[in-house]
């Protein structure tokens, strides 16, 4: 009896992973349909249900997957600031990690920039779409402002960082540097210079490297 109710169990717990892993799946196809909507035809004409039918999923399985549509575009952000399928916390990206490993803070800001550059790469269509369903739609707007404070909440923890190196500039505060950071970092530069200039993004990382080191470093 004890050898049947261990198949047992064994079945359901199979079943239950190959459920999740399907669920899985379908949430980051539902997410690169939308993703591929919302550079294409912008947020506001993106729709649920164009989503769900690019997905091929039902438009109820959107919601119960995913969420609204700025909830959508969330999850599209934090994935692509992240790299990855899954939102990943800033203490464990990499470059994080190798920011803080090393104790030269031009490296320090080379590492970042490098990272900008393939991040604004992923992000910076969406982040814009953000900014623009920010102006009507009060959640969108909400997710704005949390994902715009935690930029500066990150840019912050990183001057700290290049204070404890000895070489951030005098007279420079923690929040004046951070915010020097978080306007330049931003994704409305980077389109400025990538797309309406025509940089590369290798320019633009040099330029973001170079011009940290001349703002923030003595």
Not at 82 to 105: F, H, I, Q
Request: aromatic share 6%; hydrophobic share 40%; proline share 3%.
């Amino acid at each position: 009896m004890g050898d049947v109710t261990k198949e047992v169990k064994g079945r359901r717990t199979y079943d239950i992973t190959k459920r999740r892993e399907r669920s899985a799946k379908t949430r980051q196809r539902v997410l690169e349909a939308a993703r591929g909507l919302i550079i294409e035809r912008g947020y506001r004409a993106t729709t649920i249900a164009a989503i769900a039918a690019k997905a091929g999923v039902n438009v109820d399985t959107v919601y119960e997957l995913v969420g609204r549509k700025p909830v959508v575009l969330r999850e599209l952000i934090e994935q692509a600031i992240s790299g990855s399928d899954r939102a990943v916390v800033p203490d464990e990206r990499d470059y994080v990690k190798a920011m803080r490993s090393t104790p030269d803070p031009e490296e320090k800001l080379a590492i970042y920039a490098r990272a900008m550059r393939k991040i604004q790469a992923r992000m910076a269509p969406l982040h814009l779409a953000l900014r623009d369903a920010s102006s009507t739609e009060p959640e969108a707007e909400e997710i704005w402002r949390e994902i715009g404070e935690r930029r500066a909440t990150n840019m912050r923890a990183l001057v700290r960082d290049l204070k404890g190196t000895g070489r951030l500039r005098q007279g420079l505060s923690v929040d004046f540097a951070a915010d020097m950071i978080w306007a330049t970092n931003s994704a409305e530069l980077y389109v400025l210079l990538t797309i309406d200039r025509g940089w590369s993004p290798r320019r633009y990382e040099w330029w973001l490297a170079d011009s940290w080191c001349r703002l923030l470093l003595e």
